[in-house]
Each structure stands twice: as structure tokens, then as C-alpha cells.
């Protein structure tokens, strides 16, 4: 057990019974504790398994490799279709998790196994996710924005990628673009600005300050 842990369980106002049974059951499994991310997280040999976090309508356990997972009992959640490794079990109820205890311990046995095996989700390829026609123009019209981006690491291209595509409306992909600009050009990706652009990163006063 993890004193930090211990700490950010004695912060919970909810889920808190909740995440004091997952953290037994997990534990059960032999897994190290650690706190990433600012959640619990298990790791076996370093490697991380599981995690709980709560959220507004429900806590959950989140695979790291949950694509991986046989799910005989059909209980694992892609939280949105372009997560493609992690899966949830979500609970909304300690009678919930009770009940589910010796399945869930088995849901980790097997995420052991598939680290211990050292196997891999093959991520789809940056070519595999649409370039938004938007993004294409601007960087025809700047073939340094189009340099910078192709220089950029495959995870970052992704995630300008997703956010660019997502807006129904041409005119806020343009504006999403037209912020995006002076992150790509200097080789940031979406996370790096610590106030950030997206809504991932909700709190950004356009200061644009940089890790």
C-alpha cells in the first residue's frame, strides 16, 4: 500500500467506499501501488496494469491493454472510439463491485498474463486518421507549417489529427487550426502547452505557456 494513496482516497467526497474495495481487490492481485496521473495505478515489473478513477456518473477500473482482454463476461467499455488500447469496467455502486469481485480479480490475473507475455495493441499509423481538407489548405498555403507538422512525433500529427476533425463546423476546424499554428510550428504537440488549446486542456487563457 501507498501512503499517496492512501492521501488521495482521504480527498474523495465520492466513490470513496468504492475505491477502497477496488483498491483491496487489486492489491489481492499482488500488483505494486503507485500514484500516476494523479489516480491509483497497479504495475507488475513496472509495466502499468490497472488504474481506478471516478468520474461524475460512475468509478471504473481502466486496462492499460484492455484491447487485449478475452471480455468473457462483456464488461470492458471503450471510453470513445479513438482509444484504442484502454478499456473501462465501470461501477456506480459498491453492491456492483461486491458482486463482481472474483471476476474482476480474474480480468487482472489476465492483464498480468498478457504483460507477462509481452504483448503489443497495434496502434493505427498517423495515415490511418483523415487530415481535416482545412488543414490540408492552410498547410499548402505554408509549406513550413506542412514541414513542421510532418516533423512532428506520430502521436502528436494523431492528436491534431482528432482535434481538427472533430468540430461539425468548417469554421471552428479553422479556428482550431489558426490556434494550433505557433504550437506546431515550433514542434509542440497538444499536451505540451500547459494551459492548452483543446478541451482536453480546458484552461487556456491564450497565454500559450510551454513546457
Known amino acids: ?8 482516497i482521504d480527498k474523495q467526497e465520492k466513490w470513496k467506499k468504492e475505491t477502497v474495495l477496488l483498491r483491496r481487490i487489486v492489491l489481492d492481485c499482488l500488483l505494486t501501488e503507485e500514484l500516476k496521473w494523479g489516480v491509483p495505478c497497479y504495475t507488475f515489473q513496472k509495466s502499468n496494469i490497472v ?6 456518473e460512475y468509478c471504473a477500473l481502466l486496462f ?52 507477462k507475455a509481452g504483448l503489443k495493441v497495434e496502434y493505427k499509423k498517423t495515415t490511418d486518421f ?9 498547410m499548402a498555403e505554408m509549406p513550413a507549417l506542412k514541414a513542421a507538422f510532418e516533423a512532428l512525433t506520430a502521436g502528436r500529427q494523431k492528436g491534431y489529427c482528432l482535434y ?11 479556428s482550431r487550426i489558426e490556434k494550433s499554428i505557433p504550437l506546431i510550428l515550433i514542434g509542440k504537440g497538444l499536451r505540451d502547452c500547459t494551459c492548452g488549446l483543446s478541451k482536453r486542456m480546458p484552461n ?5 505557456k510551454y513546457k
Not at 476533425?165 to 479553422?174: D, F, V
Request: net charge negative; hydrophobic share 40%.
Open 51 to 56: 488504474l481506478i478513477h471516478g468520474f461524475k
Open 64 to 115: 492499460m491493454k484492455g484491447a487485449l482482454l478475452q471480455d468473457t463476461h462483456n464488461l470492458l467499455i471503450q471510453q470513445t472510439e479513438n482509444v484504442q488500447s484502454g478499456r473501462q469496467i465501470r461501477f456506480t455502486n459498491l453492491k456492483e463491485i461486491v458482486g463482481l469481485e472474483a471476476v474482476l480479480k480474474a480480468y487482472i490475473f489476465e492483464a498480468i498474463e498478457v504483460e
Open 164 to 174: 481538427f476533425a472533430e468540430p461539425k463546423q468548417s469554421a471552428t476546424r479553422i
Open 130 to 138: 483523415p487530415i481535416p481538407a482545412e488543414f490540408e489548405h492552410k
Open 1 to 8: 500500500m501507498n501512503s499517496k494513496v492512501d492521501e488521495y
Open 204 to 208: 487556456c487563457d491564450g497565454s500559450h
